[in-house]
């Protein structure tokens, strides 16, 4: 008895399968899953402040 859980991709909202078949679940690929990864990094690095004032200036 298998039961296959359907859900859309938080990525790219297409239907994928959401069970130990997919490594990559929530997501559907790894396209999407490091996609996800690197817009959560880029929220921290903004959040953190690693945008060099310093950089900016200089290059002005
Ligand atoms: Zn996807």
């Known amino acids: 008895m298998t039961q296959v859980t359907v859900r859309p991709c ?5 239907p994928c399968t959401q069970d130990a078949s997919n490594p990559f679940m929530p997501f ?11 817009h959560w990094a880029n929220d921290e690095h ?3 402040g ?3 004032p310093w950089t ?3 290059s002005d």
């Open 10 to 14: 938080p990525q790219c909202q297409r």
């Open 28 to 38: 559907c690929s790894r396209r999407c899953k490091d996609a996800d990864f690197l």
């Open 46 to 48: 903004r959040i953190a």
């Open 50 to 52: 690693l945008h060099t």
């Open 56 to 58: 900016d200036h200089e």
